[in-house]
């Protein structure tokens, strides 16, 4: 396993950006796939972005579509998301988790995540 200590949240209005980063000890990072999750309150997990071990190819939730980039830098263990066009819907707890799944056609499949971080809360204001 790796350990996984997200930063970068905060209060936001709608239409705003915040970008989110994810530092990865432990483990060789590069053996990871990573992603992002968001929980809002009363509703379950839900993935909303992943990246491979090269960082070469992504995946989105299509809510997120066009408004969230997530990166990888493997020299310094981290990741990112940045989210663009907030909306109030995007507030929720955010949490990177790793995985070495080698199909990344379950890249969203949160049971398959080995590691996670603790959170770092997101709230966007109307």
């Known amino acids: 396993q790796v350990q996984l200590v997200e930063r970068g949240g905060g209060l936001v209005q709608a239409g705003g950006s915040l970008r989110l980063s994810c530092a990865v000890s432990?483990?060789?990072?590069?053996?990871?796939?990573m992603a992002w999750f968001r929980q809002a309150p009363g509703k379950e997990r839900e993935f909303v972005a992943g990246?491979?071990?090269?960082?070469?190819?992504?995946y989105y939730a299509d809510s997120v579509k066009g408004r969230f980039t997530i990166s990888r830098d493997n020299a310094k263990n981290t990741i990112t998301l940045q989210m663009n066009s907030l909306e109030p819907e995007d507030t929720a707890g955010y949490y990177c988790?790793?995985?070495?799944?080698?199909?990344?056609?379950?890249?969203?499949?949160?049971?398959?995540?080995?590691?996670w971080g603790q959170g770092t809360q997101v709230l966007v204001s109307s």
């Open positions: 432990g483990r060789t990072f590069s053996n990871y796939a």
């Open positions: 988790a790793a995985t070495q799944i080698r199909d990344l056609r379950l890249i969203s499949n949160k049971a398959l995540y080995e590691s």
């Open positions: 990246i491979n071990r090269s960082g070469g190819s992504t």
